[in-house]
């Protein structure tokens, strides 16, 4: 590695249009700060506690069905509701919009003790199916100009149920990262005639230094920008605006990518890795898009140990955000792991 | 309340450029999740085993002289250095510069057992004077030309030792939020002929609404865009751009209004509040920055009670912050407390 890399420096991040500070040699400070609470697996593959359980009775009276790979409902708690007006409030300096969306819980799995690590490609590929589904169903209502598909993994993560399930939050406005991701994918197409992520991940292939994984559908890899210590995103490697372009074979790609990262992840610290992952694609306000490429982010916290994690905090909320090693340190790390889940082994 | 907000909205942060979604009627959502220990104030005046107590020899063989006051020194653990090279690395789309800058922690008082809550206005105004020198002797310095005071108070905000300190990170290049508040500042300055800050707190003022504490030097408020939970801001009552401006009466006013707000922050849920604070202020860059006004930031994240914080993830990170209860809702619940800290009553 360059000994520019081994001080302190900053990398732009061309898709948010954000810089992160490195700082390389920080890694070695000791901690003597808050640990978190080990991960401690859920060994029952039905809990009748549990209301995302197939057959169970949710918090409103409902009962799911006996459901076999995903189900879908309404967030029983949902920030988003279809009633929000559409007015504009202005006066001075404060400004506020109505809001309105429909938020929804998918369960991935019957298992509630599996999780994305742990389950077959082929199931985690009717998860995609159901991803593919919802955006397209979505997307189609007039007043949903964007999709956020997303899974909080993990109590550290706020997520209150250890049974395998994401979330989609669809709104009328774009969201603040979708607003930025959209800005800077559009210019650069207008100046390059090409999508940034597509030249992006040719320049990463060609370099070959932060690759992780690699199929014919997709790649995965540590961005050289990235933020969370172990963060990684996933890649397709044609120009795919959003979910529903994707080939039958793609979407099985898809799935074995997100197999092979959550496998590696819970490899690092011998934990059920917790993290924030989502996708990007393009909004669904009906224009082309051409500048948009789909891809997910995985955003997890843990720095040292399973119960030691990065603090986004003074620094972090108030300038830039940091790390504590750099991205070709992470994607080391994260490659000299085992390909196979270490409780499967 | 106008109808509109007690619908899911959306709300304009024109200091940052970024919305926050707000989800009044979330906040009756039952909580499942991870709940984070209880803060056990430290009993202790002088702790033997502190590395930042008067007197005690710190991880490098320092000691610690007998500090009466404050104490300052250069950050054991920096993130930054003053070596770092100062060039700039392009390849494609990936695009790095050479950081450098100083890391410093200031001790604010001897007593290991107090926080700035439990401390008298006049030692927090020896704290306020530390921050004001070290702001004029750091931005003099040709190679920073932004310097971040800020405090992590408590484990929760990833801070490893309760003694009462805070930091500085003096850098070569302003960081993100730096850049935004002062692109967004500047726009405002150019079209109005009139600081951003100063037409905010004038409306903010004549409403009401938000305000939770006033002298004549500083206001402390709930901004409209809030982010979390409890989220304030301090604001001068003047236009003072940067720290040194301030009169030898602002600085006791800053003091008090410090004091005011972490006391009423320590009785909502009777603990040791978190927080993430911090000011932002001009650039010591050498341009005058007529746009800047001085302030700071509280980023606390409870909640519903000392052990239940709210989560910044999914949504949050992918998509755009959001919160449960609206800013007024929030400086309601703040101002219906005592002046007194619950420990002092
Ligand atoms: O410098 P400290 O207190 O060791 O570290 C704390 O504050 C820093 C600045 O916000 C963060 O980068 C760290 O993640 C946090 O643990
Ligand atoms: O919807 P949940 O799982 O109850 O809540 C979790 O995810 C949401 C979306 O990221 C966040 O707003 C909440 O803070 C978090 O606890």
Known sequence: MNAFFEHPHRRYNPLAGEWVLVSPHRAKRPWQGQVEDAVVPDMLAHDPECYLCA????????????????FVFDNDFAALTEDAPNERFEDGLLLAEGESGICRVICFSPRHDLTLARMAVADIAKVV???VAQYEELGVHPDINHVQIFENRGAMMGCSNPHPHGQI????SLPNEAAK???????????????LLMAYLEQELALGERILFENDGFVVLVPYWAVWPFETMVLPKRHIRSMEEMTEAERNDLAEALSKITIRYDNLFKTSFPYSMGFHQRPTDGHDHDEWVMHAHFLPPLLRSATVKKFMVGFELLGSPQRDLTAEQAAQRLLELSEKHYLND
């Open 55 to 70: 057959g169970n009775t949710r918090i409103n009276g409902e009962k799911n069905p006996d459901y076999e790979s995903t």
């Open 129 to 131: 199916d159901t991803w």
């Open 169 to 172: 939050w669809a709104s009328r």
């Open 181 to 195: 991701e959209t800005e800077n994918q559009r210019a650069y197409y207008e100046k390059h005639g090409r999508p």
